[in-house]
């Protein structure tokens, strides 16, 4: 599936907040390789990040190990690519596992963006 932001039927139950920071991503899970990419937007079920190339290194249904790099707001757990964009060289990773603190920590940093 490649994600069509102009034709979106988006429904998601959990609302996104804008979200600049800086994400590592592992792909393919667990090796050395990673993509550094920013984050656009994010939600307690996923974000949207900007890898930046229009050739995806990554493929829908892909599993990755995240890390979201910021001081502020550390972040880390697994997630599945769930649609790609090459025109706008971005990709969107549901939460697959994230430690209950984790969950914690990202509903009460969500509540504080606007």
Same mark, same amino acid.
């Given at each position: 599936?490649?994600?069509?932001?102009? %034709?979106?039927?988006? *429904?998601?139950? !959990?609302?996104?907040? !804008?979200?600049?920071?800086? /994400?590592? /991503? !592992? %792909?393919?899970?667990?090796?050395?390789?990673?993509?550094?990419?920013?984050?656009? !937007? /994010?939600? &307690?079920?996923?974000?949207? &990040? *900007?890898?930046?190339?229009?050739?995806?290194?990554?493929?829908?249904?892909?599993?990755?190990?995240?890390?979201?790099?910021?001081?502020?707001?550390?972040?880390?757990?697994?997630?599945?690519?769930?649609?790609?964009?090459?025109?706008?060289?971005? &990709?969107? /990773?549901?939460?697959?596992?994230?430690?209950?603190?984790?969950?914690?920590?990202?509903?009460?940093?969500?509540?504080?963006?606007?």
């Amino acid at each position: 599936m490649v994600y069509d932001s102009l %034709h979106s039927t988006d *429904k998601r139950e !959990n609302p996104r907040k !804008n979200f600049g920071g800086r /994400i590592i /991503i !592992n %792909h393919p899970l667990d090796t050395p390789s990673i993509i550094s990419a920013r984050i656009q !937007n /994010i939600s &307690v079920a996923g974000i949207r &990040v *900007k890898i930046g190339i229009p050739a995806s290194p990554v493929q829908k249904g892909d599993e990755v190990r995240f890390i979201i790099a910021e001081d502020y707001f550390p972040l880390e757990g697994k997630g599945e690519i769930i649609w790609i964009s090459p025109a706008e060289a971005a &990709v969107g /990773i549901k939460f697959n596992q994230l430690a209950e603190k984790t969950i914690s920590s990202l509903e009460q940093f969500l509540r504080l963006l606007t």
